[in-house]
């Protein structure tokens, strides 16, 4: 079986940038978030077994998705590369969007007690400055932060080798 690699993932998602969404028009529930169990699903297959070690793959929206990290403990505020992301909307408190943190590229604070991440993503379903429903797999520059509601899934440390 294939470990768990945010490599493997980051790479395969980086394949995919600039693909139009007719690609994905077999695939259920959000767009966004049925890509990035697609990207893990293939980078995690291992043809020998015919199995995929990708933990991940139940969710077909963000907010599921969110529920699925919760539920296996592996929901964090602060990123690495090869998370998957959630971002929250401020206000209706949904979780709007997912994607793979393809490089965490600094931090900061709104104030004392609000950090801020600038992540480098590789999303689907997104324009070219990051609004969903633009119908590619884009790389953007996104600025989230726990205090909005955003989190970030380890799903590496599901990986049953460690």
Same mark, same amino acid.
């Given at each position: 079986?294939?470990?768990?690699?945010?490599?493997?993932?980051?790479?395969? &998602?980086? +394949?995919?940038v @600039?693909?139009?969404? !007719?690609?994905g028009?077999?695939m259920?529930?959000?767009? $966004? =978030?049925? %890509?990035?169990?697609?990207?893990?699903?293939w980078?995690?297959?291992?043809?020998?077994?015919?199995?995929?070690?990708?933990?991940?793959?139940?969710?077909i929206?963000?907010? &599921?998705? +969110?529920?699925? @990290?919760?539920?296996? !403990?592996?929901v964090?505020?602060?990123?690495?590369?090869? $998370? =998957?992301? %959630?971002?929250?909307?401020?206000?209706?408190?949904?979780?709007?969007?997912?994607?793979?943190?393809?490089?965490?590229?600094?931090?900061?604070?709104?104030s004392?007690?609000?950090?801020?991440?600038?992540?480098?993503?590789?999303e689907g379903?997104?324009?070219?400055g990051?609004m969903?429903?633009?119908?590619?797999?884009?790389?953007?520059?996104?600025?989230?932060?726990?205090?909005?509601?955003?989190?970030?899934?380890?799903?590496?440390?599901?990986?049953?080798?460690r």
């Open positions: 079986m294939i470990r768990l690699s945010p490599r493997l993932l980051i790479g395969t &998602a980086n +394949a995919f @600039g693909i139009h969404k !007719d690609f028009d077999h259920e529930g959000a767009l $966004d =978030v049925a %890509l990035v169990n697609h990207w893990g699903y980078s995690h297959f291992d043809i020998r077994s015919e199995h995929s070690a990708w933990p991940l793959g139940a969710a929206t963000a907010d &599921a998705l +969110a529920r699925l @990290g919760a539920s296996l !403990d592996i964090r505020e602060q990123p690495e590369d090869g $998370d =998957v992301f %959630l971002q929250r909307a401020r206000a209706s408190r949904a979780f709007i969007r997912a994607g793979v943190v393809a490089r965490v590229c600094g931090a900061g604070r709104y004392a007690s609000e950090p801020y991440f600038d992540v480098a993503t590789i379903d997104s324009d070219e990051g969903i429903g633009g119908g590619r797999t884009v790389r953007v520059t996104r600025r989230l932060s726990p205090v909005n509601g955003d989190l970030f899934l380890r799903w590496v440390e599901l990986d049953g080798f």
